[in-house]
């Protein structure tokens, strides 16, 4: 292994990208430590640190893709969160309107197209997510209803300019990480925009290991390490499963040519979603807590019945009806996306038109049922993953109180070990292609 790793940097052009690759993740992670203009850094810091549960609902969810940049109201506060949803928003409106699905199916200038518009997108959320994050930092409600008293005091000048000021900030340090995320996945090692989520998750894990230390003790935090581990084993078993279907190419002679007449597979993994089915029912939970947060009495009052209800069973992660509905969701959306993302009776046809065949079943529209069933049977055990996978914070609060602490499950350890895995691959290829031998063995 380490013998591998002293070959990349033998090797020039890959020594390169990776030292570029490293050095624009430094500047992200600086930038995340940088204030926006009028922002009180002493005042965001003291509320951090006496901040007991962390913030809640989407708000936690950014402040773990921006590596604690939103709660420290940087430049980078809203780190790569706007172009994970407006790359989500693009995708599914393929299945909506017909352009983007002739666009998508136009090759490379076609997807550049597309891309196009989600940088627009991603422009436009950071506008609309940056005036909304300046919001709640003003009313003090950005760590939490019972901190509303002690984080009023964030931002210094109130100004109509002032706030502008910051939103443009805010905004263009999300057109800058696009950016840097780009320049990673062209000139540097791996996909750029998942490699930055990676670096602020995993910023965090050692911050979240000493606070469980701190919070409870020292063999507690052992303990969780040993859980990390085990975990991160189960999901990296999980992520590498897949069902491989034979697929047979007839032989068909083109002039003296003979084409075809291999073999080979569709690789069905058992987790086809990803990570974004755990996002849509964080959003989607997060939805009315955020209403019941907008309908409270100004005059201090007693709140409506329903508020009381949405306050006491779908605020914290901590009650059993909210953990169900966060598991039944999980499962419904990892169907929906895979449902989106994978078209069986599209793989039937290319499979047709290029005279491939699954053995034992004829071509057409059998292929394209008999791809349904798997799929649907694969995706069964996959979402049921997912939906563990994602309670694991949850469980950690009921058993030792470490909810916003514990690193290792839900969105943080998927993410970690997806972009582990796939950045390993990327760089095993390209030692093999300048050595016989790649990182592993």
């Not at 998942?194 to 935090?221: K, Y």
């Not at 089915?277 to 100004?298: E, R, T």
């Not at 690193?407 to 300048?434: A, M, N, Y």
């Amino acid at each position: 292994m380490l013998s591998a790793v002293g070959r990349i940097f033998r090797t020039p052009d890959l020594r390169r990208k990776v030292l570029f690759t490293l050095a624009l993740v430094a500047l992200f992670r600086l930038g995340s430590f940088v204030p926006a203009p009028f922002v009180d850094f002493a005042n965001v810091r003291a509320c951090i640190s006496s901040q007991q549960t962390g913030a809640s609902g989407l708000y936690q969810l950014v402040n773990l893709f921006s590596g604690g940049a939103l709660l420290q109201l940087s430049i980078f506060a809203l780190g790569i969160m706007p172009y994970i949803t407006s790359s989500i928003i693009v995708q599914l409106l393929r299945v909506v309107i017909p352009r983007f699905e002739v666009l998508y199916k136009e090759g490379q200038e076609g997807q550049a197209r597309l891309t196009q518009y989600t940088r627009y997108l991603t422009i436009a959320l950071g506008v609309l997510q940056s005036t909304t994050l300046i919001t709640v930092a003003r009313s003090g409600a950005l760590f939490g209803s019972s901190n509303v008293s002690a984080c009023q005091n964030l931002i210094a000048n109130q100004a109509w300019w002032a706030v502008v000021l910051m939103v443009i900030t805010m905004t263009a340090g999300t057109g800058l990480i696009m950016w840097m995320g780009e320049l990673i996945t062209e000139r540097g090692v791996g996909n750029g925009m998942s490699l930055l989520i990676f670096t602020s998750i995993a910023a965090r894990f050692p911050q979240s290991i000493i606070a469980i230390g701190q919070s409870q003790s020292i063999e507690v935090a052992v303990l969780v390490v040993l859980i990390g581990v085990l975990v991160v084993g189960a999901v990296v078993y999980v992520e590498q499963s897949q069902r491989r279907i034979p697929v047979e190419y007839a032989k068909r002679m083109v002039g003296r040519r003979t084409y075809g007449g291999n073999n080979t597979y569709i690789p069905i993994k058992v987790n086809m979603a990803g990570v974004v089915p755990v996002i849509f029912a964080s959003s989607l939970l997060y939805l009315p807590a955020l209403i019941a947060q907008f309908n409270q009495p100004a005059n201090g009052g007693a709140p409506a019945p329903w508020v009381t209800w949405i306050q006491t069973y779908l605020t914290s992660g901590d009650h059993p009806l909210y953990m169900a509905l966060y598991f039944v969701l999980i499962v419904g959306f990892t169907y929906f996306y895979v449902a989106i993302t994978f078209n069986p009776e599209e793989v039937a046809d290319n499979m047709k038109k290029y005279g491939g065949f699954i053995p034992g079943i004829r071509a057409g529209r059998p292929t394209a049922e008999y791809l349904d069933y798997v799929l649907t049977r694969v995706t069964l055990p996959g979402s049921i993953y997912l939906g563990l996978v994602a309670l694991i914070p949850l469980i950690a609060f009921v058993a030792i109180g470490a909810n916003s602490n514990f690193p290792f499950g839900g969105t943080s350890i998927l993410i970690v070990v997806g972009v582990g895995l796939e950045t390993v691959k990327q760089i095993d290829s390209q030692l093999q292609q300048r050595h016989y031998e790649g990182l592993l063995r």
